[in-house]
């Protein structure tokens, strides 16, 4: 009977450890984000961090790009020395890696945003720091299909509105990784051979 309480257990374990394991952190930095009513772009952004990719842990270095543009612009509000502007979705989200470190070489991940605002708060007369916020949702170079969240936060711009370039600060990504065919493989095969033995026990 333990043994048979064991096996259940494990049975019910066995999803949870192929699909806990699940997202992957990107960090990037510089570059230039262009603001104008056709929306915003980041260009020349460094992938400097790479954390949970394809079962690696952290690996750091210069890893590639990350670049993205978003909507056209529909309205902004202003509460106190805060304005927060949003953009409509669409637009484009690539992180693509240089073959460092053992990252891949070529597009990485491919997507799309949704949701974005870019917040701009007042600090003094010559400065702003802006915050920007996105959900992305896009596909992982192995076709698998995944989204996350990207937020960005530029410090020390005299710019007191998203028009025009501002100096890119960091940016940190974090995406729902999806567990390789091989691993559903070996899940599935793993369940039908606790199914058999527990039906074997069952009879006995």
């Not at 053992?102 to 974005?116: E, K, L």
């Not at 005299?158 to 995406?175: A, R």
């Amino acid at each position: 009977m333990k043994r048979m309480l064991w096996m259940v257990l494990l049975t019910l374990a066995l999803p949870m450890a192929a699909f806990a394991s699940s997202s992957v952190d990107f960090s990037n930095s510089g570059g230039v984000l262009s603001g104008s009513s056709a929306g915003l772009s980041l260009t020349g952004s460094e992938l400097f961090a790479v954390n949970g990719l394809n079962g690696m842990g952290l690996v750091q270095g210069n890893l590639g790009t990350v670049s993205f543009t978003t909507g056209a612009f529909v309205s902004q509000t202003t509460q106190g020395n805060t304005t927060t502007y949003t953009f409509a979705a669409g637009g484009t989200f690539q992180i693509a890696g240089n073959g460092s470190n053992g990252v891949p070489n070529g597009v990485i991940f491919n997507g799309t945003f949704t949701n974005v605002t870019l917040t701009g708060t007042k600090i003094s007369n010559k400065l702003y720091v802006y915050t920007l916020q996105g959900q992305i949702t896009g596909t992982w170079a192995n076709g698998a299909t995944s989204g996350g969240e990207t937020v960005a936060v530029t410090f020390a711009t005299k710019n007191s509105t998203y028009i025009g370039q501002i100096n890119f600060g960091s940016g940190d990504t974090t995406i729902a990784a999806v567990p390789e065919p091989g691993t559903l493989g070996l899940l599935g095969t793993g369940l039908v051979g606790l199914a058999g033995l527990l039906r074997r026990k069952m009879r006995a």
